[in-house]
């Protein structure tokens, strides 16, 4: 069964390893994935990641795509498309969508079978994303299906964004604590630190 989760912040995606709920075997591997982190720091947001997993008994790796070149690099996209838990970290949607549109990374990502997305990243794994710009949406990468995810933004942007998207579709603001699971099918709420909305009222998944 494919298994996306999308968190609110990293600290969300802490409480979901520290949960006993988090079903991840001994032995697992786990990679992490720093484009999205590539003008924040990549090396330090992968560290932070991969702290969060010290308690598990498992291995983690972090690759270092952070551009077109290295995106088609064969190893990376092997290390994606094998790796038990595939890790996105948080960063620039933006970024991350220009450098995985159309590369072998990209492709892996999308075939991954368990993916978690940390933060503003999530957005570009829908048909449509948040530009996080000016809050318009946008052209995503459409690896996964159904929702448009989004993250706490100003009230003015956020208005914006609803009112662009209309009623006919579903989109999901993740809080700091938020998560939401897709199981391939259908999205749904983890943690109640979601918001979810067609237009200007508020839905349920």
């Known amino acids: 069964m494919r298994e996306t989760m999308a968190v609110g912040s ?3 995606l802490g409480d979901l390893v520290a949960s006993d709920a988090f079903d991840l075997e001994s032995g697992s591997d786990v ?10 720091g990549a090396e330090r947001a992968t ?5 969060l997993f010290a308690s598990r008994d498992v291995a983690v790796e972090a690759l270092m795509n952070i551009d077109r070149h290295s995106s088609d690099e064969p190893y990376f996209a092997r290390r994606v498309r094998e790796a ?26 999308r075939d991954t079978v368990r993916l978690v997305a940390v933060g503003s990243v999530a957005s570009v794994l829908g048909a449509t994303m948040i530009d996080p710009r000016g809050g318009a949406p946008t052209t ?3 690896y996964r299906d159904g929702l448009v995810i989004g993250v706490v933004e100003s009230p003015e942007k956020l208005t914006r964004t609803r009112a662009l998207l209309g009623p006919n579709v579903t989109f ?12 391939g099918e259908r999205w ?5 630190d979601v918001i979810v909305t067609r237009g200007e009222d508020v839905v349920g998944l």
């Open 10 to 12: 990293l600290g969300a």
């Open 31 to 40: 990679v992490v994935v720093a484009t999205a982190a590539a003008f924040v």
């Open 47 to 51: 560290l932070d990641v991969a702290e």
């Open 84 to 109: 038990d838990l595939v890790v996105l970290v948080d960063g620039s949607p933006l970024h991350a969508k220009s450098v995985w549109h159309g590369s072998a990374v990209g492709e892996a990502i």
């Open 140 to 142: 995503g990468l459409g």
């Open 172 to 183: 999901a603001l993740l809080g700091p604590r938020g998560v939401v699971r897709y199981d």
């Open 188 to 192: 749904r709420v983890v943690s109640g």
